[in-house]
């Protein structure tokens, strides 16, 4: 089947189209895991294994010490310099490697409280320990994954991403049926394990061609730059996935963990259709911004993205809300007080997608102080508003927090990335903030 002229000639519409069968493939399998997971482990289980995930997201970022966009941004920069390629690997190298052994440490020796602050009990410290274990594939992952996005290598990132999930899923399968709500979470545990794998298998030639393995130094040239996206991704990953698991504690101790937990479906859900945007950002909008220094061109490029993502997503949420019954009836079928979130994460999601195409020009212009305070401000927002919603409209007051949230966040993105360009015509460019 021959692809339609327009697509070919627009490559985020040709990114799009392919992750688009990926997504659609991830979403049936989604679909039939998050079945089972209801039927078997109920609300209080979901509940518990969003928690479980927020840990491991969490990880994702402190395990690289958050240097994932600065890969992608300096790869996508200097992809024709190996000299700058060694000096970025070196740093990231040694990053990792003081990370991964903090982070494996702490979570061993700490597992019995994690337990506690995560699930209330220590039953699961187990399970900590076991991820602490896979902190390093975790990690490593992390990095190389930025290589695929910096090189836009979108075709061999749907490969990974697919054959990856398809992997974890049957994975997930097995030990639920067999084990129950801990053979989810062990699955989940040591699905990092698999992806790094994966990756390895299909991008290592790629990999060998950018990184001189043999040539790493255990020297930091580019520590600064690189810390910079540090202290940003802990605030975009780390501090998220704190919030997360905090109001999720709240609403067990101010409802009921079945409420938690059909917030946690919610989540589940929008999760699975925003990783459609996800590979977008740092596939391609990333990159783009990077090489991008002038209004005009910002604005152009914003403009095409808008056009051509906005209506595709918008199009689909529609869908997805004028279905919400029997998307609960598929996936949650007693989960039946699900159905009025749906308005508000869907609203909150749409305008999410568009405030984070435009905040990724703060990443891509490392403007941290910018990037800190919408970050502190967002969840800040979020936390305060759920807290105080909860109590009048029950869990969803939750979901009513996520749309207030992200519109003001959107509103005050768009004054700080106008004022930046401001500034930038009454000083030299430069590929900092202001």
Request: charged content about 15%.
């Amino acid at each position: 089947m021959k692809i339609p002229q327009f697509i070919r000639g627009n490559l985020l519409l040709k990114m799009t189209s392919l992750n688009a069968t990926v997504i659609a493939i991830r979403l049936v399998v989604s679909l039939f895991i998050q079945r089972l997971l209801a039927e078997i482990v109920g609300e209080a289980g979901i509940s518990k294994i969003g928690q479980l995930r927020n840990l491991t997201q969490l990880l994702t970022s402190v395990s690289s010490v958050g240097v994932f966009n600065g890969v992608v941004k300096y790869v996508a920069e200097h992809k024709d310099d190996k000299e700058q390629l060694q000096k970025l690997f070196s740093t990231a190298f040694v990053f990792v490697v003081l990370s991964i052994v903090i982070t494996g440490v702490t979570l061993f020796f700490a597992a019995n409280i994690i337990s506690n602050y995560l699930f209330t009990t220590s039953e699961y410290a187990y399970i900590i320990k076991l991820i602490a274990v896979t902190i390093p594939f975790i990690g490593i992952h992390r990095v190389f994954n930025g290589v695929v996005n910096g090189l836009s290598q979108y075709k061999k990132f749907a490969k990974i991403d697919l054959l990856g999930y398809l992997l974890s899923a049957v994975l997930t399968v097995i030990l639920l049926l067999q084990y129950n709500i801990d053979g989810a979470l062990v699955a989940i545990a040591i699905t990092p394990v698999l992806q790094l794998i994966v990756l390895l298998y299909i991008f290592i030639k790629v990999l060998r061609e950018y990184i001189q393995f043999s040539s790493l130094q255990f020297k930091v040239p580019l520590a600064r730059s690189l810390l910079a996206f540090s202290l940003m991704s802990f605030f975009s990953t780390v501090l998220i996935n704190f919030v997360e698991i905090d109001v999720r504690t709240m609403i067990v101790n101010r409802i009921t963990e079945v409420d938690a937990g059909i917030w946690t479906a919610m989540t589940f859900i929008s999760k699975n259709y925003m990783v459609f945007s996800a590979a977008i950002f740092t596939l391609y909008v990333l990159p783009k911004f990077a090489s991008i220094h002038t209004e005009t061109g910002f604005k152009k490029e914003l403009l095409s993205i808008y056009k051509t993502l906005l209506p595709i997503f918008g199009a689909g949420m529609i869908l997805v809300y004028l279905l919400r019954y029997q998307v609960i009836e598929i996936i949650y079928p007693d989960f039946t007080t699900m159905a009025p979130l749906f308005k508000w994460q869907l609203a909150g999601d749409f305008v999410r997608l568009g405030s984070l195409v435009l905040a990724h020009q703060f990443l891509a212009k490392k403007m941290v102080r910018n990037f800190i305070f919408t970050e502190l401000l967002s969840l800040g927002l979020f936390y305060g508003l759920a807290y105080y919603l909860v109590g009048d409209y029950g869990v969803e007051g939750v979901v009513m927090a996520h749309f207030i949230r992200y519109v003001i966040y959107f509103l005050v993105v768009l004054i700080l990335v106008w004022r930046y360009f401001r500034i930038q015509k009454r000083t030299i460019p430069n590929d900092s903030e202001d």
